[in-house]
């Protein structure tokens, strides 16, 4: 079972940057399939990925946060974050830690992310 805890969102200005982070229980990486990454949901919206990282440290993004948005991640703490610049009110949304591990799919609690004047 792995646990995954997300923070860092918040209220930020159209053209800001926010950093979110998430904490995994174990290192996910421990597995070769291993993998890790953010999605997130606008109200009314459907759930989508935003940004994936694996164990092979290739990375893919959406194309709507390319150029905006960095995953990175220090393996030695089990963390990941999502490094958020030139933030847009599109990108306002709860913004999900998600991971793969052992063929199983694992969720964080979210953390909201509202991009707003």
């Known amino acids: 079972q792995v646990q995954l805890v997300e923070s860092g969102g918040g209220l930020v200005q159209p053209g800001g940057s926010l950093r979110l982070s998430c904490a995994a229980s174990?290192?996910?990486?421990?597995?070769?399939?291993?993998?890790i990454g953010w999605y997130r949901q606008a109200p009314g919206k459907q759930r989508e990925l935003v940004a994936t990282?694996?164990?092979?440290?290739?990375?893919n993004y959406a194309d709507s946060v390319k150029g905006r948005f960095t995953i990175s991640r220090d393996a030695a703490r089990n963390k990941v974050y999502l490094q958020m610049n030139s933030l847009k009110p599109d990108d306002t949304a709860v913004y999900y830690c998600?991971?793969?591990?052992?063929?199983?799919?694992?969720w964080g609690k979210g953390t909201l992310v509202t991009v707003s004047s």
């Open positions: 990282t694996n164990y092979g440290w290739s990375t």
């Open positions: 998600h991971a793969r591990y052992a063929g199983m799919e694992y």
């Open positions: 174990m290192s996910i990486f421990s597995s070769s399939t291993g993998a």
